[in-house]
């Protein structure tokens, strides 16, 4: 795409956004007190569905586009926030109980079905310029409880923290309190349970390890020859 085309798009985009959903089978539903945000955004069959009062749904115009998503809130003063330029295909972002957020940065790309859950108040952050491949979960609790033999619960949900600039492969598993650093790789396949990673690595494996380090990487595939 030239400059001028995206200038011209940049600054008709709230006229293409409206024309672009219209008739796409975008549904929202959200009681009083909730705020909800996406004029300008492009929307295909997407479904926004809040319940509870509080809440936020955050989505920045500028180029950025949803297709076959849901976003779902049920509780109070939760918040989803996309950023500019993000394109989202075929995820679902799910957030039950109170004081929970699902973050995601500016030009990330999620290419296929992806689902973000959180619960009782976590947050799940990923960062800019991050590519998401597809089947694709990431979830900030277990949903049930795990009990000791005195019937004292030992399963707490905690934080998701996915840097800047990640490439997560397709198959991926993230689970409660994982971190994972700026310019890093998650392998096709891996689980991550609730370690911390460095930057400029590449992670791999059941429960994550550390396959690489001193690693980044680009969306373009650069010729092998052109390195020799």
Same mark, same amino acid.
């Given at each position: 795409?030239?400059?001028?085309?995206?200038?011209?798009?940049?600054?008709?985009?709230?006229?293409?956004?409206?024309?672009?959903?219209?008739?796409?089978?975008?549904?929202?539903?959200?009681?009083?007190?909730?705020?909800?945000?996406?004029?300008?955004?492009?929307?295909?069959?997407?479904?926004?569905?809040?319940?509870?009062?509080?809440?936020?749904?955050?989505?920045?115009?500028?180029?950025?586009?949803?297709?076959?998503?849901?976003?779902?809130?049920? %509780? &109070?003063?939760? $918040? =989803?926030?996309? !950023?500019?330029?993000? /394109?989202? @295909? *075929?995820?679902?972002?799910?957030?039950?109980?109170?004081?929970?957020?699902?973050?995601?940065?500016?030009?990330?790309?999620?290419?296929?079905?992806?689902?973000?859950?959180?619960?009782?108040?976590?947050?799940?952050?990923?960062?800019?310029?991050?590519?998401?491949?597809?089947?694709?979960?990431?979830?900030?609790?277990?949903?049930?409880?795990?009990?000791?033999?005195?019937?004292?619960?030992?399963?707490?949900?905690?934080?998701?923290?996915?840097?800047?600039?990640?490439?997560? %492969? &397709?198959?991926? $598993? =993230?689970?409660? !309190?994982?971190?994972? /650093?700026? @310019? *890093?790789?998650?392998?096709?396949?891996?689980?991550?349970?609730?370690?911390?990673?460095?930057?400029?690595?590449?992670?791999?494996?059941?429960?994550?390890?550390?396959?690489?380090?001193?690693?980044?990487?680009?969306?373009?595939?650069?010729?092998?020859?052109?390195?020799?």
């Amino acid at each position: 795409m030239n400059d001028r085309l995206r200038a011209i798009i940049s600054k008709h985009e709230n006229v293409i956004a409206l024309i672009y959903g219209l008739f796409r089978g975008n549904t929202t539903k959200a009681g009083g007190g909730n705020l909800l945000k996406f004029k300008g955004v492009f929307r295909n069959g997407i479904s926004i569905r809040v319940s509870g009062y509080g809440n936020k749904v955050l989505i920045d115009k500028g180029l950025t586009r949803l297709r076959d998503c849901s976003l779902t809130i049920r %509780g &109070n003063n939760n $918040t =989803i926030h996309i !950023g500019k330029g993000c /394109k989202l @295909n *075929s995820a679902s972002l799910y957030i039950e109980d109170n004081g929970g957020s699902i973050i995601i940065g500016e030009g990330t790309i999620i290419s296929g079905k992806t689902h973000i859950a959180v619960i009782e108040g976590k947050t799940i952050s990923i960062g800019s310029r991050c590519l998401f491949s597809a089947n694709i979960t990431l979830r900030a609790g277990d949903s049930h409880s795990i009990l000791d033999k005195n019937g004292k619960r030992i399963n707490p949900s905690k934080d998701i923290m996915i840097g800047n600039h990640v490439w997560v %492969g &397709n198959t991926v $598993t =993230i689970l409660k !309190g994982t971190k994972v /650093k700026d @310019n *890093s790789i998650i392998a096709t396949g891996s689980i991550l349970t609730g370690k911390e990673f460095p930057e400029n690595c590449i992670i791999g494996g059941i429960g994550g390890k550390i396959l690489k380090t001193e690693t980044d990487w680009c969306a373009e595939r650069i010729p092998i020859e052109n390195q020799i």
